[in-house]
Nanobody
Framework: VQLVESGGGLVQAGGSLRLACVVS????????MGWSRQAPGKERALVAA????GSTYEANDRFTISRDDARNTLYLELGSLQSDDTAVYYC????????????????????????WGQGTQVTVSS
C-alpha cells in the first residue's frame, strides 16, 4: 500500500493550501481515510477523517476533507492558515472495510488507520 502526499509548502498567514494524497495497493473506496499533523515538539494529532459514503470529522471550520474515489485521491483544503498550523501533514488509510465505531480525535489511530504516507511539510509564515 502506498500513500503519496503532495501540495505542502510555504504560505503566508491567511493563505490557503490544498493537500492531495494518491493511494495505491488497496481498495480506496472502501477505506476510512484521514489527515493527521505533527508540529515540532508535539504529538501527532488528527486533523480530519472521512468514511466511505462521505461522513466527515474536521478539527475546525478552516479545514475541509474530501475524497475522489474514481481517482483514489484524498484531499485536504486548508484555509485562513495560521502560524500554529505549521506541521508535517500525514495522509492515512484504514484497511478496506475496517469500520471504527466512530472517527475523531478521541479514537486511537490504530482503530481508524493502518497505512501512512511519508508526510508533506506545511509552513505558515507570519
Amino acid at each position: 500500500v502506498q500513500l503519496v502526499e503532495s501540495g505542502g509548502g510555504l504560505v503566508q498567514a491567511g493563505g490557503s493550501l490544498r493537500l492531495a494524497c494518491v493511494v495505491s495497493g488497496t481498495t480506496f473506496s472502501a477505506s476510512v481515510m484521514g489527515w493527521s499533523r505533527q508540529a515540532p515538539g508535539k504529538e501527532r494529532a488528527l486533523v480530519a477523517a472521512i468514511v466511505p459514503g462521505g461522513s466527515t470529522y474536521e478539527a475546525n471550520d478552516r479545514f475541509t476533507i474530501s475524497r475522489d474515489d474514481a481517482r483514489n485521491t484524498l484531499y485536504l483544503e486548508l484555509g485562513s492558515l495560521q502560524s500554529d498550523d505549521t506541521a508535517v501533514y500525514y495522509c492515512a488509510a484504514g484497511a478496506p472495510d475496517k469500520r471504527p465505531y466512530e472517527i475523531g480525535p478521541g479514537v486511537p489511530e490504530g482503530e481508524m488507520f493502518d497505512y501512512w504516507g511519508q508526510g508533506t511539510q506545511v509552513t505558515v509564515s507570519s
